[in-house]
């Protein structure tokens, strides 16, 4: 079965980190950009950071910046979300999205500004930020 699984979520108390992984199981991640969406409750989807299929460019929501980092350690490897300095409004289910195509080997997808166009989205992991 084809899939992306998430892990790492979990309880935190604001200011706290977690780090967020996403494999692949029954292919392989290299030639696919990867990107992370979250959910609030009662909220729409919303994109939080991409990377393209190489690693080297990423993007960040705004609301993101300066405290999560997207990364991967080969473009076979797991891609990983690194949340630092985690905040209430961080709260939601977190999903994990995978991008094949060409164009994104040294551009990352456009998962800020569209929510289609992805070849595969995992299940998601709970993050709960709450004192």
């Known amino acids: 079965q084809l899939q992306l699984v998430e892990s790492g979520g979990g309880l935190v108390q604001p200011g706290g980190s977690l780090r967020l992984s996403c494999s692949a199981t029954?292919?392989?991640?290299?030639?696919?950009?990867l990107g992370w969406f979250r959910q609030a409750p009662g909220k729409e989807r919303e994109g939080v950071s991409c990377?393209?299929?190489?690693?080297?460019?990423?993007d960040y929501a705004d609301s993101v910046k300066g405290r999560f980092t997207i990364s991967r350690d080969s473009a076979k490897g797991p891609v990983y979300l690194q949340m630092n300095n985690l905040k209430p409004e961080d709260t939601g289910v977190y999903y994990c999205?995978?991008?094949?195509?060409?164009?994104?080997?040294?551009?990352?997808?456009?998962?800020?500004?569209?929510?289609?166009?992805?070849?595969?989205w995992g299940k998601g992991t709970l993050v709960t930020v709450s004192s």
């Open positions: 029954g292919f392989s991640l290299d030639h696919y950009a």
């Open positions: 999205v995978a991008y094949y195509d060409s164009s994104y080997y040294y551009t990352p997808p456009p998962c800020l500004h569209q929510n289609y166009g992805m070849d595969y």
């Open positions: 990377i393209s299929v190489r690693g080297g460019s990423t």
